[in-house]
């Protein structure tokens, strides 16, 4: 199936650790985005990434880190995690950048992250 | 600043009710508006996508409106189904790689 497919669905952790949330797309989209969801479901950018560019939002703590290993992945690493970062993670991907005419975001079933 | 509100936040109606949701935007220099659906618990389906130069998009049951002057785009919806309970999102481009979206409004189709 073509499509946006990240891991974990559900991600419980211990505030201090470290974790990752992975993303892979099969569509050959050119750009890869993480969003936030947090709890009164409003979705916000956090990072974009276009040919090897990141774009990164000023209001994300740095302890979280965007890594593309190539063009179909984009990996969440988030360190020392804090209550406050609890939310759920959507991965999406668009066939360009998003201020394209045509430009449909793809996206993932999302990552619940609970930080304990 | 790009501000995008969805009104009303919440709506119930019983089925085969025709509906609208309501998208205002505060700058109208937009390139496209695009209208999502998320199921709970799911991620985002795009439902339709308008871009500046169109007047409105038809997808089956849906249809989506885009007036820029008036900052403000509607998703209406024929005859409501069950199936249609969801969260209906409306998102704008702005900045760079940036969708910038809607507070979403929850919609509930009682049978």
């Known amino acids: 199936d073509t499509a946006v497919s990240q891991t974990p669905k559900y991600l419980v952790t211990q505030m201090g650790n470290d974790k990752s949330i992975k993303c892979e797309q099969n569509l050959g989209h050119d750009t890869m985005y993480w969003y936030k969801q947090d709890s009164k479901k409003f979705l916000k950018i956090m990072f974009s990434y276009n040919n090897k560019e990141l774009i990164i939002n000023e209001t994300v703590p740095n302890r979280f880190s965007p890594k593309s290993p190539d063009k179909a992945h984009l990996n969440l690493h988030i360190n020392s995690l804090e209550l406050g970062d609890s939310a759920v993670y959507f991965c999406?991907?668009?066939?360009?950048?998003?201020?394209?005419?045509?430009?449909?975001?793809?996206f993932g079933a999302g990552s619940r992250l609970t930080v304990l | 600043k790009q501000e995008v509100t969805q009104i009303p936040a919440a709506l119930s109606v019983p089925e085969g009710e025709n509906l609208v949701l309501n998208c205002s935007f505060t700058?109208?220099?937009?390139?496209?508006l695009q209208w999502f659906r998320q199921d709970p618990g799911k991620g985002l389906t795009s439902l339709l996508l308008?871009?500046?130069?169109?007047r409105e998009q038809t997808s089956g049951r849906l249809n989506a409106s885009l007036d820029k002057s008036s900052g403000r785009s509607t998703l209406y919806i024929a005859a409501s189904q069950p199936g249609d309970s969801a969260t209906y999102l409306c998102a704008v481009p702005t900045g760079a790689n940036n969708l910038f979206f809607g507070t979403g409004t929850r919609l509930t189709v009682i049978p």
């Open positions: 700058d109208s220099a937009i390139y496209n």
């Open positions: 999406a991907s668009s066939l360009h950048e998003t201020v394209s005419g045509a430009n449909v975001l793809t």
């Open positions: 308008i871009q500046s130069s169109q």
